[in-house]
């Protein structure tokens, strides 16, 4: 008996250890399939809450041949409190998408440090005049929530954007703000969105085929709908948790 316990131990470990490692690697080929990941553990340091200052969570989207300028962007808003998702376009290659990664941790040792900057490895289908852009803003908030929730508002960039302000000086005056109150336009009057936006009829194939991002857009125009508002603005992260 003593010796058939002797054997069991080892025999248990051994399974045991086997299983761990099984599921990490398959928890990490998940990720890194999805994600080119470069993050390490957040610093302590780095509260989030009502008595902390703010953060933001930025989604920059770009397309092929937009690195550099992805980059330069990045370089003007990047905070270690904030956090950062970029999406290149499925005709961006994989190589581009690798080497952006790398020059975004060469460029930024603090983005390595903190681990707060990801790029994503598989870009969603987006047709810029169609209404998988929204998927893809829905996706990539669902995404960011999912690394770090820590953030308190949500806002889109695209690489031809460049801040007018610093983050210190943004979060400054974010500090005194409710971490609740959302950033809405609220107004019936759309201007040139609901001429080019909200009325034309356009079937979005990104939304339905995963290696397409034409669209077909009618000759003729809708009437604005009446069912719902639109809306734009910057949203807080718990009304994005709705959404």
């Known amino acids: 008996m003593a010796s058939a316990e002797k054997y069991l131990l080892p ?30 553990p957040s610093p302590s ?15 920059i989207t770009g397309s092929r041949g937009d690195s550099a300028r992805i980059l330069r962007l990045l370089l003007a808003i990047y905070h270690p409190r904030n956090r950062y998702l970029i999406h290149l376009s499925p ?3 994989d190589s581009e998408r690798s080497r952006l990664a790398a020059s975004v941790g060469m460029a930024v040792p603090a983005a ?5 900057v990801d790029v ?8 810029s005049m169609g209404s998988s852009v929204l998927a893809a803003t829905l996706h990539a908030a669902a995404v960011m929530m ?29 500090s005194s703000v409710p971490r609740d109150m959302n950033f809405i336009d609220h107004t019936s009057d759309l201007g040139w969105k609901e001429d080019q936006r909200v009325q034309p009829v356009i079937v979005d194939a990104a939304i339905y085929l995963a290696k397409r991002s034409s669209y077909f857009q009618a000759t003729q125009k809708r009437k ?7 809306f734009t603005g910057i949203l807080t992260s718990s ?5």
């Open 11 to 40: 025999i248990l470990s051994v399974s045991f250890l086997s299983l761990l490692l099984l599921l990490s690697a398959l928890s990490g080929f998940t990720a890194s399939s999805y994600l080119f990941l470069s993050r390490l």
């Open 45 to 59: 340091l780095l509260r989030h809450g009502g008595a902390n200052p703010p953060s933001f969570a930025y989604f």
């Open 91 to 93: 005709d961006a290659p």
């Open 112 to 116: 390595r440090a903190f681990g707060n």
């Open 120 to 127: 994503i490895g598989k870009a969603d289908q987006v047709t």
């Open 146 to 174: 999912r690394i770090d929730g820590g953030w308190d508002w949500f806002v889109t960039l695209s690489a031809a954007d460049y801040p007018l302000v610093t983050q210190d000086d943004l979060i400054h005056v974010f």
């Open 224 to 230: 604005t709908p009446e069912a719902f508002k639109f």
């Open 239 to 243: 009304l994005i948790y709705l959404c």
